[in-house]
């Protein structure tokens, strides 16, 4: 019995993985800090970043988990917040002779 509990777990995390584990901004180290203008939204805020409507949402989810603001995203003008950035790493160019 156990065992067909632990197959249908995995099967489940598979199947549904955690949002985290396929959003880069959530895996981040390295966060840029802003602080919310007037009438600024976390959308507005993620949309500075990235200009991708898919990435942008990802951004808006992570800006909400990293810095535990409620679901809907609610900010205030003032308020100081950490904004995970991911660093595309340039391959390394050899220097001719």
Known sequence: ??????LAAALYLFMFPPF????AYLRSDKFDTITV???ESVWDIAGRYTVDGKQVKKLT??????NGLPADGAVRKGQK???PVIVKELPMQMAEK
């Open 1 to 6: 019995m156990k065992k067909w509990i632990w």
């Open 20 to 23: 985290h584990l396929d959003n």
């Open 37 to 39: 203008a007037q009438h």
């Open 61 to 66: 989810e992570a800006i909400i988990e990293v």
């Open 81 to 83: 917040l950490r904004v």
